[in-house]
């Protein structure tokens, strides 16, 4: 899909926007999950945890599976810790504290504003949208969250009414249209 991409394929520009948006997420996601993979993996090293590359790629990988993903990884190093004779009982806290703070320090704050910049979608829409398609699908639903949104939000802008833009402008947290029409209504009444 991402590199077997055809730009000279006939297609409508919203198709094309689309197209664009869901293959930048994919890329910015990947680029995410493998900041988080890093950072676990240079705190376990950090710890002398075993197997810390195998957790930084695990982190990695359940990074794209939301909220589930990150407890997860967060709990996997556990069992090494425990059973690691030379670990104390500070640095098996550790072990979980600090893939802990990783993980939810880029899942609730660094993730949503970038792919909320990125998408063009303010940040609480993009938690709003994990919580709605996870609600209405599971996993999948959570994982397709951001695509679908986007690609709602590029539709129902690219309608000509009114509710159609408020609502697009709503999910990319313009409000705008929102201020034009309480104005409008202060001058008529």
């Not at 006939?10 to 948006?21: C, G, N, P, S, Y």
């Not at 320090?105 to 998408?119: C, D, L």
Request: proline share 4%; aromatic share 8%; with cysteine.
């Amino acid at each position: 899909m991402l590199l077997e991409y055809d730009e000279t394929r006939d297609k409508a520009d919203l198709q094309r926007t689309i197209d664009k948006k869901i293959r930048s997420y994919i890329l910015l996601k990947i680029l995410i999950s493998s900041i988080t993979g890093v950072l676990v993996a240079i705190a376990l090293v950090s710890l002398r945890l075993d197997m810390w590359l195998l957790f930084g790629l695990l982190s990695f990988l359940l990074n794209f599976i939301p909220s589930v993903g990150s407890m997860i990884a967060v709990l996997l190093p556990l069992p090494i810790a425990l059973l690691d004779p030379d670990q104390t009982w500070w640095s098996i806290l550790l072990v979980l504290l600090i893939p802990g703070l990783i993980q939810f320090g880029i899942g609730n704050f660094v993730e949503p504003n970038v792919m909320g910049k990125s998408m063009k979608m303010s940040a609480v829409a993009v938690l709003v949208s994990l919580a709605f398609w996870g609600g209405v699908w599971g996993i999948v639903g959570a994982f397709m969250s951001v695509p679908l949104t986007v690609m709602l939000h590029l539709w129902l802008i690219s309608i000509d009414h009114p509710m159609c833009q408020f609502l697009g402008q709503m999910i990319a947290g313009e409000f705008e249209l929102v201020e034009s029409t309480h104005k409008n209504i202060h001058h008529t009444v």
